[in-house]
C-alpha cells in the first residue's frame, strides 16, 4: 500500500497493510498568507501580533505563547467597525500546492493546523477574551451570534478556497475540553457551534475532502455530534479520557488520530512508559480490528528523543503482530 492508500484505509474503516503514521504516511503543503502575523516574533519569544490584531505573548522561544491582546475586549469596543481579514485570504499564495500534491502523490496529503482552518471558538476567544466570551455566552449576549455569523462567513470562505485545491483532507481545529470536561455544556455547544462545524463538513463533503477535528481536552460528550455531522476523524488527547471507552462505543463510527500523552508521558515518562501507552491504544482498538485508528507521532519541544524512538518503535512492532 501507498501512504495515501494506508491512511485512507483508515479512515474509511479497511484493512491496511501496517499502522498509519502521521509522521510517515502524511504531508504537509506548502503555501504563503502574507500578512497571517505581522513582526518576525513568531516562536521567537517576545510579544506580537496577528492579522485579526490580536496580541501574542510567548515567554520562551519556539512556542506560539498566548493572546494577551484583545481587539474587541473592552466592552466590545470596536464591534460595529470590525471585519474578518480577507485580504489575507486575498493574498494567499497556494501556487505550489498542485505541484507539491502532484510530487508526493503516494503521500496522505494535509494542509498544515495554522492558519488554514476554522477555529472559530478560539478566534472568539482571541477576540473577545476568555473570560468576556463565557460571560456572553452565560448571559446570551447577542452579540455572540453576530460575532460568530461574521467569522463563519470567513472560515466558509477559506475552507472553500482549499478544498478547491488538490489536497485530501482539511481541518476543523477547536480545543473543547479541560482535563475533565467540555469548557461548556454539550447542549450550549450544540446551540451555539454545531451548526458551524457542520457547515464546514459539508462543504468538505462536497469537494470529496475528508475532515480532522482537532481538539484538547476531554470531549466525549460531543463525540456522538461530531460522528452526526461527518467527522472523519478526531485529533484528541485520548489520555484525557478513558480510551477503552472510546474504542468500545465509537469503533467503525469515527477514525481517532491520536497521540500519547504529551502532558506527561511524553516529557517526564520513560521509555517504557511510551512503550507501555502505544500498548494500551492497540490493545483498546485493534480488537475491534485493523481501522479507525491513525497514530500521530508529534512532540512537544521537550520530549526526549529515546521516548520518541521507543513510540515509533512500538508501532513497527504492534504493525507485524497485526498485519502479518
Known amino acids: 500500500m501507498t501512504s495515501k492508500e494506508r491512511v485512507i484505509a483508515a479512515l474509511e474503516f479497511r484493512d491496511f497493510d501496517q499502522v ?6 502524511c504531508v504537509d503543503v506548502p503555501y504563503e498568507y502574507p500578512g497571517w502575523f505581522k513582526g518576525e516574533m513568531r516562536y521567537k519569544g ?14 520562551e522561544s ?6 494577551k491582546g484583545h481587539p474587541l475586549g473592552e466592552d466590545w469596543k470596536g464591534f460595529d467597525t470590525f471585519r474578518p481579514p480577507y485580504h489575507i485570504l486575498k493574498n494567499a499564495d497556494l501556487s505550489g500546492v498542485e505541484r507539491a500534491c502532484e510530487e508526493q502523490k503516494d503521500k496522505f496529503i494535509l494542509v498544515a493546523w495554522e492558519p488554514p482552518m476554522p477555529n472559530i471558538f478560539e478566534r472568539m476567544q482571541h477576540l473577545r477574551g476568555t473570560e468576556n466570551l463565557f460571560l456572553d455566552l452565560a448571559y446570551g ?23 478547491k485545491t488538490p489536497i485530501d483532507c482539511v481541518h476543523i481545529a477547536d480545543d473543547w475540553g479541560s482535563q475533565i470536561s467540555l469548557l461548556i455544556s454539550p447542549e450550549m455547544w450544540r446551540e451555539y457551534f454545531k ?7 459539508g462543504l468538505a463533503q462536497k469537494y470529496n475532502k475528508y475532515i480532522i477535528f482537532h481538539s484538547d481536552g476531554f470531549i466525549m460528550d460531543i463525540i456522538p455530534d461530531m460522528i452526526e455531522i461527518g467527522v472523519d476523524a478526531i485529533n484528541s488527547q485520548l489520555f484525557c479520557m478513558p480510551i477503552e471507552a472510546l474504542a468500545k ?51 512537544t519541544l521537550k520530549a526526549p528523543e529515546n ?4 513510540e515509533q518503535d512500538e508501532w513497527v512492532r504492534i504493525s507485524k503482530e497485526i498485519c502479518c
Open 62 to 67: 519556539g512556542v506560539c505563547g498566548e493572546v
Open 307 to 310: 521516548n520518541k524512538k521507543a
Open 46 to 59: 517576545g510579544s506580537y501580533y496577528d492579522g485579526w490584531g490580536c496580541r501574542w505573548d510567548a515567554l
Open 249 to 299: 462505543n465509537y469503533n467503525h463510527k469515527i477514525c481517532f488520530w491520536g497521540e500519547i500523552d504529551r502532558q506527561y508521558t511524553q516529557v517526564f515518562g520513560s521509555p517504557d512508559d511510551m512503550r507501555a501507552a502505544v500498548r494500551r491504544i492497540s490493545n483498546a482498538f485493534y480488537p475491534y480490528g485493523k481501522t479507525g485508528f491513525v497514530a500521530q507521532c508529534v512532540y
Open 195 to 201: 451548526s458551524v462545524y457542520q457547515d464546514y463538513c
Open 20 to 25: 498509519p503514521i502521521e509522521k510517515d504516511d
Open 141 to 163: 449576549d447577542n452579540r455572540v451570534i453576530k460575532l460568530r455569523n461574521l467569522l463563519h462567513e470567513y472560515y466558509m470562505a477559506q475552507m472553500e478556497m482549499w478544498c
